[in-house]
């Protein structure tokens, strides 16, 4: 029944982004889409309000912030404290991954071309870091939370935020925000089923009590 609660999970929150971007193919009026799915065009430009550059880069900074703080406050042998430790493998996990597949499939992005064909141009555009960042840091949580504290689902708010905050300052085009969340959630479910968590193992011992435990 875990192993079963576990990958609905990852299965619900990647149907959370493919909703999420169905609402952003192109109307009859619109420029027409395109790209692997059918569903890429560029969004109008928009960099005011809570979509501003500055804003999508605060959050990136407070969600790494605040999982390596809850990580190392509260230690491996707190509850709490493994999902921190299982989030900040997935983030790191994620954020390999994301860089070698951008430097892979140099993908130009929307601010460079209207065409969302323009693959193997040396463009760093699929997949979007900071939303897997975001899916990756908030999954191991509802993994872990989701089914006795169902709210806990609210923190997909983070990663669809990031979503059309990057499509819409012309970032990202909608299948690189889509394998992003796909590809953040995928390493959550991975380091949320691992017994230890990898840089937990690596660290001092210290470590797994938590630096509360020195106070």
């Not at 999902?83 to 929307?110: C, N």
């Not at 601010?111 to 870091?129: E, R, Y």
């Amino acid at each position: 029944m875990t192993l079963l609660l576990k990958n609905t999970s990852g299965i619900r929150s990647i149907a959370a982004g493919a909703c999420l971007l169905a609402a952003f193919v192109p109307a009859l009026n619109c420029e027409a889409a395109s790209g692997p799915l059918g569903i890429d065009h560029r969004l109008p430009y928009d960099d005011s309000g809570i979509w501003a550059r500055r804003d999508q880069l605060l959050l990136a900074k407070a969600v790494i912030v605040t999982e390596l703080g809850g990580a190392l406050w509260l230690g491996g042998d707190d509850p709490l404290g493994r999902t921190y430790w299982q989030s900040v493998d997935a983030s790191a996990f994620t954020a390999v991954s994301v860089e070698l597949m951008k430097h892979a499939f140099g993908r130009e992005r929307p601010s460079q071309t209207s065409d969302p064909n323009q693959w193997f141009k040396g463009g760093q555009s699929f997949p979007s870091g900071e939303v897997g960042l975001q899916a990756s840091f908030v999954t191991p949580f509802i993994a872990e939370y989701g089914h006795d504290h169902p709210w806990v689902w609210s923190l997909e708010l983070l990663p669809a935020y990031d979503a059309v905050a990057r499509m819409k300052t012309q970032g990202h085009w909608q299948t690189d925000v889509l394998a992003a969340w796909a590809l953040g959630t995928a390493w959550g479910v991975y380091a949320h089923d691992r017994q230890t968590p990898f840089f937990l193992s690596i660290m001092p011992h210290g470590i797994q009590v938590g630096l509360h435990a020195t106070f």
